[in-house]
């Protein structure tokens, strides 16, 4: 219990001190207008205000990631404790605020273009296709999840297919209308239906005294899966995830002023960190050890534990609720999943979304794309998913750490995490069955070497982007209003 409730006081300070820092090192403007002001076009160019722009980035970035990830992580034992803590403050929180800080700096840019800016123009085109996969990925595993989860929720009474379409329904108009008119009126009821159930099943642990097991860096996991490198691809939402540098530039675009960025980014993966120390502990605390909670997951997946868990701490009622605060994080992802790849697809051929018709037809194929994906094993598409999720996360740490190194500003705050991840992720596409299946030993030299040549690549692009005083911001002046 200890180290728990530790866990949630230091992500709380991490708020309060790392992230000034690190808003200290990035240097706000606060009197610089913001792409939500300079492009107004009443769609996704829309100043609002931080309680909701605060609710939207907690809700697009969280989906069923810092319940399932965590709930599956808490095999590990409470080493995955340490990787929420230690991952939120200083590699994900750090992600998004720089993410979504630079965007606003670039007229509200995706990470294609920006990666474009930063990482050279062949980067853009990589990036494109890993941001378009990755957001048909989430949206795809985000329409079965929360379907699987209410069809459980009904007990079978109401059919999973039906289920299934109407969530796409809803997708459908949240990623074509205006993001006020939907997204921006329903989004503060789901964040408060999700904050509360977060909340009771957190107090609930505290209060029932749940058996909650303190520090230990002993691999607890039934199966004996390495910690390293898996358990950062078990838990992402909730410690760094890449899929938040798809989301914040949605938010980068209706910021209203540069000094809410640290509330609105930072903070709001902080929240997310609490969610994933909540269902962490207790996936861990309430079903009889490490093999039970492994017995659980093989009958029925994390959905099983939600359920159970929070029916076991909050009744028939409060139990219902929760899970229907869950229910909500992959529905408030799923959404802006396919709005952010509608988004980065116009962005990359460089096509207005005043019109409903251009929306339209960039949209349908997407979702035509995502209904063919939920035929495929969801196990296959979420070991996809979490790679190129972080890989994606490592893309995101090296634009900011190339801003930063430009601006000769402390730029190892980003470089020093991004290169962490770099190995884990060479690592595990070289041992990995959905990569080279290389040995352990080999995929370990492959990831250490592979990710020094790519820092060496860095500073020399960096020393060559420093020396062509290549511009890290767009002049507002040039930005066209109403784009």
């Not at 980068?252 to 962490?280: D, L, V």
Request: proline share 5%.
């Amino acid at each position: 219990m200890y180290t728990f409730l530790t866990g949630i006081a230091l992500l709380i300070i991490g708020y309060f001190t790392y992230g000034k820092i690190v808003e200290r090192i990035f240097g706000i403007r606060p009197d610089r207008p913001t792409p939500a002001y300079v492009n107004c076009d009443g769609v996704d160019y829309v100043p609002m205000s931080i309680p909701k722009n605060s609710l939207i980035q907690l809700l697009n970035i969280a989906g069923t990631g810092p319940v399932f990830g965590p709930i599956m992580g808490a095999l590990y034992g409470p080493v995955a404790f340490i990787w929420i803590v230690i991952g939120c403050i200083f590699a994900g929180a750090v992600h998004d605020y720089l993410t979504g800080m630079i965007s606003i700096r670039n007229r509200g840019a995706h990470l294609p273009e920006l990666a474009s800016r930063f990482l050279g123009k062949v980067m853009r085109h990589i990036v494109n296709f890993f941001a378009v996969l990755l957001l048909l990925l989430v949206g795809t595993v985000f329409v079965i999840t929360p379907a699987s989860l209410l069809h459980l929720l009904v007990d079978g009474k109401l059919a999973l297919g039906l289920i299934v379409a109407a969530i796409f329904i809803y997708y459908i108009f949240a990623t074509l209308l205006p993001i006020d008119k939907l997204i921006g009126r329903l989004y503060p009821y789901f964040g408060a239906l999700l904050l509360i159930s977060a909340l009771g099943v957190g107090i609930g642990l505290v209060v029932t005294g749940a058996p909650i097991p303190e520090l230990s860096l002993t691999n607890f996991h039934p199966d004996n899966a390495p910690i390293l490198p898996l358990l950062f691809f078990t838990i992402s939402c909730g410690a760094l995830s890449g899929f938040h540098a798809t989301q914040t530039p949605i938010i980068a675009r209706t910021t209203k002023n540069e000094r809410q960025g640290r509330k609105i980014f930072y903070g709001m993966m902080i929240a997310e960190g609490i969610i994933a120390m909540i269902w962490a502990a207790a996936a861990m605390s309430l079903f009889n050890g490490y093999n039970g909670l492994n017995e659980i997951l093989a009958a029925g997946g994390p959905g099983s534990i939600v359920s159970e868990a929070s029916t076991m701490l909050l009744g028939a009622i409060g139990g219902t609720l929760a899970v229907l605060g869950v229910v909500v994080l992959p529905i408030t992802s799923g959404d802006t999943a396919f709005r952010s790849a509608r988004m980065i697809i116009a962005e990359y051929l460089n096509i207005a979304q005043r019109k409903f018709s251009n929306r339209l037809w960039i949209a349908v194929p997407l979702f035509a794309i995502s209904v063919v994906l939920t035929q495929i094993d969801f196990n296959l598409l979420w070991r996809y998913f979490n790679w190129a999720n972080q890989s994606t996360a490592v893309i995101a740490l090296f634009v900011g750490s190339m801003y930063l190194y430009i601006a000769r500003k402390n730029y190892w705050i980003s470089l020093i995490p991004g290169t962490f991840m770099l190995i884990m992720v060479i690592t595990y596409i070289l041992n990995a069955p959905i990569g080279f299946r290389l040995p352990m030993n080999v995929s370990w030299i492959g990831g250490f070497v592979g990710a020094a040549l790519i820092v060496l690549l860095f500073f020399y692009a960096g020393n060559k982007a420093r020396a062509n005083r290549l511009p890290i911001e767009e002049d507002v002046s040039n930005w066209n209003r109403g784009a």
